[in-house]
Structure formats: structure tokens, C-alpha cells
């Protein structure tokens, strides 16, 4: 069961800012589902990180990222 989600960005490797953030309860413990609109700022050579995290009710945390850089 998931207890916490969080959502942070970071530009060329600086400091993640959290973006959304959900203490899971009910339904949404087996399944959350969440849509973000990014738009990428056109600054040609920087780099987006997006990480999103998951925490199950063990304490054990997951998560995947996304790197997106400006031509």
C-alpha cells in the first residue's frame, strides 16, 4: 500500500523544488493516478529533472525521473 507521493523539479542539476505532494489514504493507497501539464521553458541548453517518488507504508521509497533539455 502507497502512504506518500511527491513530485519535484530541478534545473541543470540544482536543487529539487516539490511541485505536488499527497499523503495517500483510501483508494488511493493501491493506485494514484495524478496528470501534470510541464511546459518547458525554452532557455536552449538547460536541463529539467523531474522526479517522482513514491513511499509505501514499509518505508520503502521508489522512484523514476525524467530528464528533458532545450534545443
Same mark, same amino acid.
Given at each position: 500500500?502507497? #502512504?506518500?507521493?511527491?513530485?519535484?523539479?530541478?534545473?541543470?542539476?540544482? %536543487?529539487?523544488?516539490?511541485?505536488? !505532494?499527497? !499523503?495517500?489514504?483510501?483508494?488511493? #493507497?493501491?493506485?494514484?493516478?495524478? !496528470?501534470? #501539464?510541464?511546459?518547458?521553458?525554452?532557455?536552449?541548453?538547460?536541463?529539467?529533472?523531474?522526479?517522482? %517518488?513514491?513511499?509505501?507504508?514499509?518505508?520503502?521509497?521508489?522512484?523514476? %525521473?525524467?530528464?528533458?533539455?532545450?534545443?
Amino acid at each position: 500500500m502507497l #502512504q506518500h507521493f511527491n513530485a519535484s523539479h530541478s534545473v541543470n542539476g540544482g %536543487s529539487n523544488v516539490t511541485v505536488d !505532494e499527497a !499523503e495517500l489514504t483510501g483508494p488511493n #493507497q493501491d493506485a494514484y493516478d495524478v !496528470e501534470y #501539464q510541464f511546459i518547458v521553458p525554452g532557455d536552449v541548453g538547460h536541463t529539467h529533472k523531474l522526479t517522482f %517518488s513514491v513511499t509505501n507504508r514499509d518505508g520503502l521509497t521508489n522512484q523514476v %525521473s525524467l530528464t528533458l533539455t532545450a534545443n
